[in-house]
């Protein structure tokens, strides 16, 4: 048994322009119920206990994360975003070197991702906290899956069985991951990266109100899930 009992960390890549959104302002800044999008990310984890510190990367342009965060100055701003989710995580876990141990957990969640609970939190640090790798919330799918040609036709169908979604947060240990995504190119996700060391996340069953705004019309499902409608 280690000395100190492993802490866990929360970190949120909020440094996208959110292009495929088609809003007028970064999408993490979006009104969605009364509240900017990443104000309920940020919400969320302010009050879950079992996450001693948050830590929240922006593009060092960002003239939005001041006037959001108020309130909530209890987390730590990385004014440090990159041109891609991979670049942004990655200089989030290097401005966090001197407050976590390489055994600390972190959970990695989209800004993007506004209807994560307190209770998913809590479910996905239940399932990982004894694992040796980590792991992510993910759903498994749901529709008959097919591979397209290019001109649009269908090429074959995929076997749906064993096939998930992945959502955030995804949860390595510190040092595992920063040393994963130093390695790895072109990965849209932390499991990725940890695979291509020949690990196996875990996969932890997450929820639809998870869902990553990304086009317009997530918009308004978001918005449902948050007015507690869906
Ligand atoms: N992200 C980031 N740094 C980047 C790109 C994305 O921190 N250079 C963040 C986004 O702010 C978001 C999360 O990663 O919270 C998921 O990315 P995505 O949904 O692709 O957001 P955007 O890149 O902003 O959107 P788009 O791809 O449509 O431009
Ligand atoms: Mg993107």
């Known amino acids: 048994m280690p000395m100190t009992a492993s802490r866990f ?8 322009v959110g292009a495929r959104s088609g809003a ?22 302010a009050a879950s206990a079992i996450i001693s510190q948050t830590f929240v990367v922006v593009s060092a342009e960002d003239g ?12 730590i701003i990385v004014r440090n975003g990159g041109a891609t989710r991979h670049a942004s995580v ?10 976590v141990a390489d055994t600390d957990w972190v959970l990695v969640h989209d800004a993007a991702r506004p209807g994560l609970t307190g209770a998913l939190i809590e479910h996905l640090i239940a399932a990982l906290r004894d694992d040796a790798v980590g792991g992510l919330l993910a759903l498994p799918l749901v529709d008959t899956l ?5 001109d649009g036709r269908v090429l ?10 992945a959502q955030t947060p995804q949860m ?19 499991a990725s990266a940890i695979e291509v060391l020949g ?29 507690g409608f869906a």
Request: aromatic share 6%; hydrophobic share 45%; glycine share 6%.
């Open 90 to 99: 990655l200089n989030g876990l290097l401005a966090m070197r001197s407050q």
């Open 24 to 45: 007028a302002i970064p999408k993490q800044y979006l009104p969605l119920a009364g509240k900017p999008m990443l104000r309920h990310v940020l919400e969320t984890f």
């Open 64 to 75: 939005y994360i001041d006037s959001l965060s108020g309130d909530l100055l209890a987390c």
């Open 156 to 165: 074959e169908t995929v076997p749906r069985a064993a096939m998930w979604a």
């Open 199 to 227: 690990l196996q996340p875990k996969l932890v069953e997450g929820s639809p109100r998870n869902l990553k705004v990304t086009v317009p019309h997530d918009i308004a499902l978001a918005e449902l899930y948050l007015k």
């Open 172 to 190: 390595f240990r510190y040092g595992l991951l920063r040393r994963a995504l130093e390695q790895a190119v072109e990965v849209t996700d932390e």
């Open 146 to 150: 097919k591979r397209a040609s290019d």
């Open 9 to 16: 960390f929360a970190l949120i890549p909020a440094a996208g």
